[in-house]
Nanobody, 120 residues
Framework: QVQLVESGGGLVQAGGSLRLSCAAS???????MGWYRQAPGKQRELVAS???????NYAGSVKGRFTISRDNAQKTVYLQMKSLKPEDTAVYYC???????????????WGQGTLVTVSS
């Protein structure tokens, strides 16, 4: 089973930038990849996703500030975050989805998360 390892989190001032990376132990070319985040006391939410063909989807709160990209050859997904706000503070998780037809559902794999803290 593919494992996902996130990196790149840290402490940044408001207005700053960070780039998160999600390195996979195996091929991700057949997976929809996504970044989710969970702030203290809140539910995990989708931040951005990218399809196998490169189509992207963003939460309204990050649109125009965050960019998701993938490098299938490097087995890595990135999340470039700019103009960070204190409300972006959360643990960010990488997610890989594969549609399993015989089960009629997605198989999901999660990374362990990386903490992003934005100070005001």
């Amino acid at each position: 089973q593919v494992q996902l390892v996130e990196s790149g989190g840290g402490l940044v001032q408001a207005g700053g930038s960070l780039r998160l990376s999600c390195a996979a132990s195996g091929s991700i070319s057949g997976n929809v990849m996504g970044w989710y985040r969970q702030a203290p006391g809140k539910q995990r939410e989708l931040v951005a996703s990218i399809s196998t063909g490169g189509s992207t989807n963003y939460a309204g709160s990050v649109k125009g500030r965050f960019t998701i990209s993938r490098d299938n050859a490097q087995k890595t997904v990135y999340l470039q975050m700019k103009s960070l706000k204190p409300e972006d503070t959360a643990v960010y998780y990488c997610n890989a989805k594969t549609w399993v037809g015989v089960l009629a559902r997605y198989l999901e794999i999660w990374g362990q998360g990386t903490l992003v803290t934005v100070s005001s």
